[in-house]
């Protein structure tokens, strides 16, 4: 319906230009369109799950390579593997893969058309049209961002799953997969038999470590389905750590409002904040586009600014997202705005988290703190609460849960994380302090309220889960804090002990 409707709305708005290659020339002046030639661009990188962050980050970065002559020889073909990115694929070519970012900035942002995709690979059973675009010898990067929960990791041992359903058919079935996995797998061992040479695999997304996290699930399946080929993958090819960070909000009827007033037909805007940073280590085996040219740091202390961004702005977004959900606050820039969310933000960060982060030359890590406070109160973002709270089990896992432990192990403060943790827990409840329904938003939710709710009358039941807190669980000091304070949340209210902790 909404679709008709935009569709409706191109018809009836005069001047209004249906985004296209045809139509670059004539896009408005304060537009930045792109200046080469698509015609004469030549895929390099697969990009699997080719969403809004890809777009407005590692595609913005090669664009701007590709302004001044260079890096053609690199552009993006997009894939995916579930059946909703056929929608996507079809909205993409409609518009020749061109897509509108529009920065969000109070007093006006730049508006910039990327052209750096020109392709999307059909989304078809088995992935066969996958495979066949990464065994291409002229792929010599495949990236992807696939949600921190994609890698198959076991959530209560962090070790690769090999008795997920979908692995077990990738191990029995290598040559019909219906993991992301599976497909790369299918793809690198097609490039060993015809000599088509090694690529890198590079994750973008928040994981520590990442690369690493890659080649352990990749290498896990292969040698599951053919030793040989695993061995061809950990000699061959290469799995550089990365950092990425830009703040980029779900596409929805506002988005779409946006671009259509700037005079433009897209279909698949991207908004984004005006920060962008991406940090990598220098381990591309077959070649890598100049990006450090467009501002891409390559350094070896890719892990300590991971886990700086890791800890204080994705674990900072999870502080906001629970007591912002109770509270049925709608976006983060309201949440952070409200005065007690505020100040637990930064006391638990700067307290409770800083003291775990490593130090990194020229960066100020209370100063830091500081900025992802002010990047979050952009009110322009409209970065929804529902969103960053999205599968909450393994984002608490992969960046609040490292930081718990270290405290408890080097007897540091862990008050602002134990109130954390109580707020996750009476937030899985499902139920806002109004009466409101919160919807299910996490994979395991089915899991999670049943004894959140339970945990009201028995605070231990929710750290007894140790599928998810392992021996943190057997941890006295956790205990009676977290158990304190979900008391307190439950008895007197989300903003009563917010209060408490802040005066504290």
């Known amino acids: 319906m909404l679709e008709c409707g935009w569709w409706q709305l191109d018809e009836l708005t005069p001047g209004l230009r249906r985004l296209s290659n045809d139509n670059l020339g004539s896009m408005p002046d304060n537009i930045r369109v792109p200046l080469f030639d698509r015609s004469n661009l030549s895929a390099g990188i697969v990009h699997i799950g080719l969403g809004n962050f890809h777009r407005a980050h590692q595609a913005w970065y090669l664009q701007q390579l590709m302004q001044t002559g260079a890096a053609h020889d ?21 518009q020749d893969y061109l897509t509108t970012l529009i920065e ?32 291409d010898p002229a792929i010599r990067i495949v990236s992807m961002t696939i949600t921190e929960g994609g890698y198959y990791m076991d959530i209560a041992t962090d070790e690769f ?32 038999r015809l000599g088509a040479g090694p690529v890198t695999l590079q994750s973008c997304d928040n994981l520590q470590s990442n690369g690493e996290v890659l080649q352990h699930s990749l290498t896990s399946l292969a040698h599951l389905q053919d030793p040989q080929l695993a061995d061809w993958i950990t000699e061959n090819c290469s799995f550089p750590n990365a950092m990425v960070d830009c703040i980029v909000p779900a596409t929805g009827p506002n988005e779409l409002k946006l671009v259509r007033q700037l005079g433009i037909a897209d279909d698949v805007p991207v908004t984004h904040e005006s920060f962008r940073q991406w940090v990598i280590e220098d381990k591309f085996c077959a070649g890598r586009p100049d990006w450090q040219q467009a501002g891409v740091i390559f350094s070896n202390q890719v892990c300590d600014y991971e886990l700086m961004k890791i800890r204080l702005l994705n674990g900072g ?20 705005s409200h005065p007690l969310i505020n100040r637990m933000f930064h006391k638990v960060l700067v307290e409770d988290v800083v003291p775990h ?29 529902r969103r960053v709270a999205a599968d909450g089990l393994h984002r608490r896992k992969r960046f609040v849960q490292p930081t718990l432990r270290e405290a408890l192990a080097e007897g540091r403060s862990i008050e602002g994380l134990a109130l954390a943790e109580a707020l996750w827990s009476r937030m899985c409840a499902g139920k806002r302090e109004d009466g409101s329904i919160i919807a299910p938003n ?63």
């Open 74 to 94: 690199w552009a993006i073909i997009g894939a995916g593997v579930k059946q909703r990115d056929k929608e996507q694929c079809q909205k993409l070519a409609a």
């Open 104 to 135: 969000l900035e109070t007093g006006g942002g730049a508006v910039e058309i990327v052209g750096s995709m020109i392709g999307f690979v059909p989304v078809i059973a088995n992935h066969a049209a996958l495979i066949a675009q990464m065994s």
């Open 161 to 192: 799953d090999a008795t997920h359903p979908d692995i077990l058919h990738d191990i029995t079935n290598p040559d019909h997969p219906c993991t992301v996995f599976g497909a790369i797998a299918a793809a690198l061992d097609r490039r060993r």
């Open 317 to 336: 977004h999870q502080f906001l997202s629970s007591p912002g959900e109770i509270l049925g606050i709608g976006t983060i820039s309201d949440t952070i």
């Open 357 to 385: 982060v490593r130090p990194i030359s020229g960066i100020n890590l209370v100063g830091y703190v500081k900025q992802v406070a002010t990047r979050f109160s952009n009110p322009l973002l409209a970065d929804t609460v």
């Open 442 to 504: 996490d994979p395991n939710w089915e899991r999670l309220q049943p004894v959140a709710n339970k945990a009201r009358s028995d605070s231990s039941i929710w750290l007894k889960q140790r599928w998810i807190y392992g021996d943190l669980a057997d941890n006295p000091e956790l205990l009676n804090a977290f158990s304190r304070w979900l008391q307190y949340i439950w008895n007197h209210g989300t903003e009563a002990a917010l209060d408490s902790y802040v005066r504290m």
